[in-house]
């Protein structure tokens, strides 16, 4: 049912998902492999979607750990709202990943998971996130991301030291996973 939801959703507005359905166990696990769960205690996702990564990172994450989880997508919002079933780890927001500064002091954040779709993002966009994003970090922070096509990798290669990419076909669409490093 969540993939159907999923879906239904996506439809309504492609331009903001970048993605038919949701994300399989296969790259779910490729994006989170690499993050050390034994020490990360401040988490960020990036674009929620139905919440199906949501719950795999609450699965992984310390009972002590919290992560703020953003979706700017009303509907998406919502299904990820039912399912995680209201876990205290957890705040949902509906604020956009350009201000990440504004709520995390710099060099704050273990991980950032995201799901954003920056092929279909400008390039200024991109640029602002990215830079959010390596701000936030602490240093030997993790900032994983899937993208459909490899495009975005000379983008983030400027930003980060280390720089992993992975692929999985066992996904619809396959994808690829930037795995890096501040």
């Known amino acids: ?57 609450l699965q992984r994450m310390l009972p002590e ?18 399912r995680i079933n209201a876990d205290s780890r957890c705040t949902l927001t509906d604020d956009s990943a350009e201000y990440l500064s504004d709520i995390y ?3 704050s954040v273990d991980a950032v998971i995201s799901s954003l779709p920056f092929a279909i993002m400008d390039e200024e966009l991109q640029e602002t996130i ?6 936030v ?3 030997g922070g993790q900032y994983l991301q899937y993208q459909y096509a490899p495009t975005k990798y000379r983008m983030i290669t400027r930003r980060f030291k280390r720089v992993r990419l992975d ?3 066992l996904n619809i669409p396959p994808a690829f996973v930037y795995s890096c490093v501040k």
């Not at 939801?5 to 309504?12: C, G």
């Not at 750990?65 to 039912?82: G, K, Q, S, W």
């Not at 990215?130 to 701000?135: A, F, K, S, V």
């Open 137 to 139: 970090l602490k240093p």
């Open 65 to 82: 750990a919290c992560m703020t989880a953003y979706e700017i997508n009303a509907d998406f919002l919502e299904l990820t709202r039912h």
């Open 1 to 57: 049912m969540a993939r159907i939801e999923f879906l239904r959703t996506a439809m309504k507005d492609i331009t903001q998902t970048g993605s038919v359905w949701e994300s399989s166990r296969f790259l779910i696990r490729k994006l989170l492999d690499p993050v050390d769960w034994s020490a990360a205690t401040t988490i960020i996702e990036l674009g929620t979607g139905n919440g199906v990564i949501t719950t795999s990172i």
């Open 167 to 169: 692929y999985t076909l």
């Open 105 to 107: 002091p710099e060099g």
């Open 130 to 135: 990215l830079r959010q994003i390596h701000l």
